[in-house]
């Protein structure tokens, strides 16, 4: 992205990827996201940073992300009564993670919408938790929340609330549907219940242990979340990953993305009544889960990278073991999935149902394997590879009906080419160390780390402190972007095929909530 | 319909034996019978994420796979806590969530069990507490 056109001066930003940073105020602010907008860029992230302890008030952070790579805008204002401009028209991704700012550190920005969004009474509304200044006390009482859903007004229209708590195995949000009948007029989504204050903990964290928190902000992504975090401080530490560690940090990667879409498939078949997809589909996931087990100590992969590399080298029993796994798992997808695409009832619910059309996807800044189901092709392994993504060539699935059947498909195709990955990996794989010493991160400076997780790229901002603390962290999960984007997807659509759309996209609550 | 059944016959019966109790659960036998008798053969089990990560819900969803089949040792999940013998609580327990978990809990009917899932649940862990 050119800055200098926008007479703004940029500098290079410690980041795996292209990425620079500049100073903006607020027209140059807009100019800017107008810029990235009208050449097809989007908008990453959006979060703010009380910086009043050094002088430099409070400072809006936006990352845009186009062709060229990412650019770090930063708007400082001098306090909290200032406004900066509302980015909702340039990005509609950008109300909510305006108002989310608000909640945490109250900054509005000047937008019309400043209903609360992570908010729920569970602290004072004049209080902020991520202002350093702030304390919390034991004596707070929950209070009660009047949220203002938008209501739809018309001959037999009725309302139906469903949640925090859902009627299953599922995390809590709230879905509020406006229906006539059985088709959804409106959906409107209520966050923030599994809101912990993760942002908040970073900055109690040495920065050598962050790494264990960003793989807990989603647990189904957690090799992604704490890649991100690793390189994030890499970054501003200057060192260099050994080769092997990079290519086992993408074998873990590729093998987190399969477990999730096994398990993605499977709940997909159940939810459209084919309770013999569920019960394939999660027996694969399985041996998938007790290979990861036996090979790196832990299921789901939580802490094996670590800042560095990684804590757990890979022995070569379980190399055949993964070789093996890789021939199994390709036979066994391609008779489920002629089972699948041949099973007339399944593909009545799948096709047409819950379509977001490649242009909304594009208008709404739809991310990720979603955003590949609706013809958004991105793919941070193909279009900024890191070690050793730029070796393996890795081959981005896209499709363009953009329902929950194209969702199924890209699913497919991409256990597809993550089973190639990870043979290409087991077979390839660099001798040598798997784990380098992390030097000291300079105090305040700021690295980011992204990594295409199952899910979509998964955005970490980290800035340190002085000591080997944490100043500001901020994980950032594609699921901001998506939420917003499943209600429109449902619109239409009747009630029943909700559970279905829902899980089509499967986001993450913990993550957006942090 | 032919693919289907053939597949289902390759697979086979992939359940595994459960484990036997644990040593140390032996000490807690007679709290066992208790239960037992209290509960009967069967146990309804209902989930609440009090701010859980999502790491625990992947593997309380694994328990219902082919290996585990939980359901075959009598002990389902179900959809409201008015149906539920047991409330099994993932996360750390965050503020947000308090309210609604009080709630699920007033909903379920006595004798009712409480168990805590993962190092989060019971004790809060990396989260912290407050």
């Known amino acids: ?15 795996p990827l292209p990425a620079r940073r500049a100073a903006a105020t607020a027209s140059q602010l807009l100019a800017a996201c107008r810029d990235a907008s009208k050449r097809g860029g989007r908008l990453v992230a959006l979060w703010l940073a009380d910086e009043r302890d ?7 952070r936006v990352v845009l992300q186009d062709a060229d790579g990412l650019v770090l805008l930063e708007h400082t204002m001098p306090d909290g009564d200032v406004q900066y401009p509302d980015l909702t028209p340039i990005f509609p991704a950008a109300n909510r993670m305006q108002r989310a700012a608000f909640d945490l550190v109250g900054v509005p920005s000047d937008g019309d919408d400043q209903r609360p969004w992570l908010w729920l009474a569970s602290w004072p509304i004049d209080q902020f938790p991520l202002r350093r200044d702030f304390e919390a006390k034991p004596n707070w009482q929950q209070g009660e929340e009047e949220y203002a859903f938008v209501r739809v007004e018309g001959d037999g229209v009725h309302e139906i609330p469903v949640g925090p708590v859902h009627a299953g195995i599922i995390e809590p949000g709230h879905f509020r549907f406006q229906v006539v009948g059985e088709k959804v007029l409106r959906l409107e989504e209520r966050l923030g219940w599994v809101h912990k204050g993760i942002e908040k903990r970073f900055e109690s964290m040495a920065i050598g242990d962050g790494h264990r928190l960003a793989g807990r902000v989603s647990g189904d992504s957690t090799v992604a979340y704490a890649w991100a975090y690793a390189q994030a401080l890499e970054a501003i530490a200057a060192t260099t990953v050994p080769p092997r560690a990079a290519w086992l940090r993408a074998l873990l990667l590729e093998r987190e993305r399969i477990a999730n879409h096994l398990g993605d498939l499977g709940y997909l078949g159940n939810d459209a009544g084919f309770a013999f997809g569920l019960a394939q ?22 802490d094996v990278i670590v800042p560095g590399g990684v804590d757990h080298d890979l022995a070569a029993e379980h190399r055949e073991r993964m070789r093996a796994e890789c021939a199994t798992l390709e036979e066994q997808l391609r008779i489920v999935r002629d089972i699948f695409d041949e099973h007339a009832g399944l593909q009545d619910r799948f096709r047409n149902c819950g379509r977001v059309t490649p242009d909304l996807a594009h208008q709404l800044g739809l991310t990720g394997l979603a955003g590949r189901a609706s013809g958004q092709a991105r793919d941070l392994r193909c279009d900024f590879p890191v070690a050793p993504y730029a070796e393996l060539a890795v081959r981005m699935v896209t499709a363009t009906d953009g329902d929950v059947a194209a969702r199924v498909a890209v699913r497919f195709d991409e256990i597809g080419e993550s089973l190639r990955l990870v043979r290409a990996i087991v077979e390839r794989l660099p001798d040598g160390e798997c784990r380098a010493p992390v030097a000291r991160a300079a105090a305040y400076e700021t690295g980011l780390g992204m990594v295409e997780g199952w899910r979509g790229p998964v955005l970490l901002a980290l800035t340190a402190g002085p000591d080997g603390t944490i100043r500001r962290c901020h994980p950032h999960d594609p699921s901001w972007a998506n939420w917003p984007v499943l209600e429109h997807a449902i619109i239409d659509n009747i009630v029943p095929d909700f559970p279905l759309i829902n899980k089509s996209f499967n986001l993450s609550y913990s993550g957006h909530d942090l | 319909m032919l693919h289907i059944l053939r597949q289902i016959a390759k697979t086979g019966i992939r359940t595994e034996r459960p484990p036997a109790a644990d040593e140390d659960m032996v000490v807690v036998a007679r709290l066992q019978e208790q239960v037992l008798r209290t509960l009967g053969r069967a146990l309804t089990i209902r989930h609440v994420d009090a701010g859980s990560c999502n790491g625990c819900e992947l593997e309380i969803h694994a328990l219902g796979n082919p290996y585990y089949n939980i359901e075959g040792l009598g002990i389902r999940f179900v959809a409201s806590p008015r149906h539920a013998d047991v409330l099994l609580v993932t996360g750390p327990v965050s503020k947000h969530m308090a309210i609604a978990l009080q709630r699920t809990y007033d909903a379920t009917p006595e004798p009712k069990i409480v168990v805590a899932v993962g190092e989060c649940g019971c004790t809060g862990v990396i989260f912290g507490e407050g």
Request: hydrophobic share 50%.
């Open chain 1, 1 to 15: 992205m050119d800055l200098s056109k926008l007479g703004m001066t940029s500098a290079m930003l410690a980041a």
């Open chain 1, 54 to 60: 050094r002088e430099r008030g409070f400072c809006l």
């Open chain 1, 281 to 302: 589909f999660s027996r694969l996931k399985e041996d998938v889960l007790r290979t990861n087990l036996a090979a790196f100590g832990h299921r789901l992969l939580m």
